[in-house]
């Protein structure tokens, strides 16, 4: 299984961006999906995660401006950015993480870089 990440780019302060996270083959035993981010001389962080019931949340800094969600149809996850601050730069990261009965697995996307800028 792989996590394909697209959508990040430069956009100015107050612009949006949608983040999109496809799956190359079906994944089971899912217990979160989310989204990091790791902005340079910063560790990763928790930016957005959906639980196997569906619900969200959210990190602080990105409350009500960001909203996450997923497509189980097509494997695909989503973040959706607005309002975005200079400080939302960084490389987005889509994360899926499964608990089965052999164990637990972390999947990661390659990273797509946001840059928010004038």
């Known amino acids: 299984v792989q996590l394909q990440a697209s959508g990040g780019g430069l956009v100015q302060p107050g612009g949006s961006l949608r983040l999109s996270c496809a799956a190359s083959?079906?994944?089971?035993?899912?217990?979160?999906m989310g989204w990091y981010r790791q902005a340079p001389g910063k560790q990763r962080e928790s930016v957005a995660r959906?639980?196997?019931?569906?619900?969200?949340n959210y990190a602080d800094s990105v409350k009500g401006r960001f909203t996450a969600s997923r497509d189980n149809a097509s494997n695909t996850m989503y973040l959706q950015m607005n309002s975005l601050k200079p400080e939302d730069t960084a490389v987005y990261y889509c994360?899926?993480?499964?608990?089965?009965?052999?164990?637990?697995?972390?999947?990661w996307g390659q990273g797509t870089q946001v840059t928010v800028s004038s």
């Open positions: 959906i639980t196997s019931g569906g619900s969200t």
């Open positions: 083959g079906s994944i089971v035993g899912i217990k979160l």
């Open positions: 994360n899926v993480f499964t608990v089965t009965a052999w164990g637990s697995q972390n999947y």
